[in-house]
């Protein structure tokens, strides 16, 4: 009885490493561990860049200033911000020439269901709720050092640019790299757990500081999870836009929440029915979403990611 082996696509060389002869990476799919964390690496050190640029801009300014004194206003937290986010852009061009495939397939720009959409809201709201109290505890018991809590504050006198910046910029960027190109091209030919925490632990790592580490991972675990059910970057880029909507501008529209948009205290703790209210929203929009998505999963994974699953299930 004869049988066909079929070859999945993700191990043929693709089209960008195909022309370089000397590319160590010649003939292997996109991405090697090895490049997802290079591509990782070389946004800290874009993040870097500009902290040493911002720290010698400040030396200068207290140098020059008659009573050594200088001060920061929001929009230079803003600017600061979007030239961070900037280093982005070139390890999203460089895997979208690698993947060697259209803008739609590489970065996963597919449809979702309606009702999809409605459960990630729902359910970021309430992940929202729940870190931000799981923050509280943390911040009580073992604090950890916070690199960027207080220029957040400044940035809020630049609401508009802390929008575009924090909310719009932020997750476009960083879920087109890490869900739409690294998580999407991971899941070609590993399994869904394994592409999902690899990702997940690089994205919290990319996100340098401290204090947003834990909290960076839970998010790319669950952003992760929401792409594997629908293939769809756009899913994940509204989940990150809904937390950090919520975690950047709550302050300016529900002041006074003890320990949700007051300034974070330990021992300082969220009302019960607020935890309560982000538990049942985390709930009902995991209900919703799952329920919107049970029949896309499979129809829309990759064909090698479907067979992987069916050899991992023998």
């Not at 948009?261 to 703790?269: A, D, H, L, S």
Request: hydrophobic fraction near 55%.
């Amino acid at each position: 009885m004869e049988t066909s082996v079929k070859v999945p696509p993700a191990v043929e060389e693709t089209p960008g490493s195909a022309r370089i002869r000397w590319w160590p990476f010649r003939g292997k799919p996109f991405p090697t561990y090895l490049e997802a964390v290079l591509m990782t690496v070389s946004i800290m050190c874009g993040q870097a860049l500009v902290a040493v640029v911002a720290a010698i801009w400040l030396a200068v300014a207290l140098a020059v200033s008659e009573d050594h004194s200088v001060s920061i206003g929001g929009k230079t937290v803003v600017v600061l911000f979007g030239a961070s986010l900037a280093f982005m852009v070139p390890p999203i061009l460089w895997g979208l020439w690698r993947a060697g495939h259209p803008a739609r397939e590489a970065l996963g720009l597919r449809r979702a269901p309606a009702a999809a959409f409605l459960g990630t809201i729902t359910l970021s709201i309430g992940l929202n709720v729940c870190l931000s109290e799981m923050d509280n505890l943390i911040r009580t018991t073992c604090p950890l050092p916070n690199l960027v809590e207080d220029y957040m504050g400044i940035a809020l006198g630049a609401p508009v640019g802390m929008f575009v910046t924090v909310c719009v910029m932020a997750p476009v960027l960083e879920e087109s790299l890490f869900r739409g190109l690294i998580l999407n091209g991971l899941l070609k030919r590993r399994g869904p757990r394994k592409a999902i925490l690899v990702t997940a632990l690089l994205f919290a790592i990319g996100h340098v500081n401290p204090a947003q580490v834990l909290f960076a991972f839970l998010l790319g675990v669950v952003f992760g999870w929401l792409f594997l059910r629908t293939h769809s970057v756009w899913v994940a880029i509204l989940a990150h836009f809904t937390h950090n909507c919520m975690a950047a501008l709550s302050p300016l529209f529900a002041p006074g929440i003890p320990g949700a948009t007051t300034e974070p205290e330990p021992g300082v703790f969220q009302p019960l029915w607020l935890d309560l209210l982000g538990l049942a929203l985390l709930m009902a929009g995991m209900v919703i979403f799952a329920a919107a998505t049970s029949s896309r999963t499979a129809e829309h994974a990759p064909a090698d990611t479907r067979e992987e699953a069916c050899g991992d299930s023998r």
